[in-house]
């Protein structure tokens, strides 16, 4: 029962990948627009102080303007939002250095890429402690940084020395977190959720049963890995949790209805054409975008899958999954 005294223990993260859609309040966004090329958004970066990885991966995370231009130059790959690897900040237990990391690690990321925001755009890292602070942050870099909105990897961890605790995990779909909430509606942005030890599904459950959409309407939060596989189970999940309203479940709807009008999903790493056709019947190709997952997943692979699609898909759904979804999403020609 998601709603229950677990809910708050069922948050949110795409991997918990908030994707804030781009303020109204920053200038009109000069970038690759080249009519054909892919965009992708769900693709990681990390700064030295972070970095777990080793080798070539270790290297393809700290890059930006080496292979992983190249790459998108030879794949065919307008632009690329950039967000710190996971966990990021949603790793760090202690509320103070988790505030200054998220500082540096979005001013770093703003001044990597500051010499090319033609290609590059970013997704702001962001403690989750406390909702205020985390609300404050956002608005930073969104208005004063640039940035197209915030990423939020799973749950908080707050155990001490950064375990993982159950009983210590922050969620973000209780009301204390509305105040967060409301200053992503009020940036205009969309949140990418993104997931670090395949909970995501849960969280993003906790998110409707708990009422976040009903109590924010116009919340955009977009989930990675094909919906982490709630669409495939939209049937089942909608009638199990039918039965949990007289309980006192505060979902006003359903999770059909919110993957319509709040949620949408990335193919990062499901480059399944059968899964894709399923979930285009179940929530439209309106609410799917496309997204690698670099440098857990090599570019090639996902272009080589996205082209070929070309047999399944009609030429404007296929450029609408390509980049016209995320254009509008991210409001990349606003």
């Not at 790493?269 to 894709?276: D, Q, V, Y």
Request: contains cysteine.
């Amino acid at each position: 029962m998601f709603y229950s005294n677990r809910l708050p223990q069922v948050l949110l993260v795409l991997h918990l990948c908030f994707a804030f859609i781009l303020s109204p309040f920053a200038q009109a966004r000069v970038w690759n627009n080249t009519g054909t090329g892919t965009i992708v958004f769900e693709e990681a970066w990390t700064i030295p102080e972070l970095l777990t990885a080793t080798g070539t991966l270790a290297a393809n995370l700290l890059d930006i303007h080496n292979q992983r231009l190249t790459q998108m130059d030879q794949n065919g790959i307008d632009y690329m939002v950039l967000s710190c690897a996971s966990p990021c900040i949603q790793g760090i237990s202690d509320p103070a250095v988790a505030k200054a990391m998220a500082v540096n690690v979005n001013n770093q990321l703003a001044s990597q890429i500051s010499n090319n925001t033609f290609r590059f755009g970013a997704f702001a890292a962001l403690s989750m402690h406390n909702a205020s602070e985390a609300a404050a942050e956002l608005k930073r870099a969104v208005q004063e940084l640039g940035f197209l909105g915030g990423l939020v990897n799973d749950y908080q961890q707050s155990g001490e020395n950064n375990a993982f605790k159950l009983d210590t995990l922050i969620y973000y779909d209780q009301p204390s977190f509305d105040v967060f909430w409301k200053m992503v509606i009020e940036l205009d942005v969309p949140a990418l959720h993104k997931n670090s030890l395949q909970r995501l599904s849960s969280h993003i459950l906790g998110l409707c049963t708990n009422g976040v959409f009903d109590r924010f309407p116009q919340l955009k939060i977009i989930v990675g890995h094909l919906g982490e596989r709630i669409p495939s189970d939209l049937v089942r999940i909608d009638t199990q949790l039918l039965r949990q309203l007289p309980l006192g479940m505060p979902m006003l709807l359903n999770v059909t209805t919110y993957f319509h009008t709040n949620l949408y999903e990335t193919t990062s790493g499901n480059f399944a054409t059968p899964l894709l056709q399923l979930h285009i019947d179940t929530i439209g190709l309106d609410r799917i975008l496309y997204s690698i997952d670099y440098p857990f997943v090599d570019i090639p692979s996902g272009t080589v899958w996205v082209n070929g699609l070309d047999e399944v898909l009609s030429p404007e759904d296929l450029l609408n999954l390509k980049r016209g979804a995320a254009i509008e999403l991210l409001k990349l020609n606003s």
